[in-house]
């Protein structure tokens, strides 16, 4: 397998485990997208883990919404 697999792998069990927080995955995946090709292919490879962070802050903010 690719390096880059095992590297999506360290940042999610970093991410379980608190030790790096949503939000710097996310600045990191907003300043990657007007990126180089060359440097937005680590940003495609982690697409899908992007997508279930916004998708859970979707939901968070929805649920703070609905319980004022």
């Known amino acids: 397998m690719h390096w880059w697999f095992y590297s999506l792998q360290v940042v999610k069990l970093l991410y379980d485990d608190d030790v790096i927080e949503e939000d710097a ?24 883990f992007i997508a279930w962070l916004r998708e859970a802050e979707s939901e968070e903010e929805t649920s703070s919404v609905d319980s004022d």
Do not use: F, P, T
């Open 25 to 48: 995955v996310l600045v990191w995946a907003d300043e990657k997208q007007m990126a180089e090709e060359d440097e937005r292919k680590y940003l495609k490879k982690a697409a899908a």
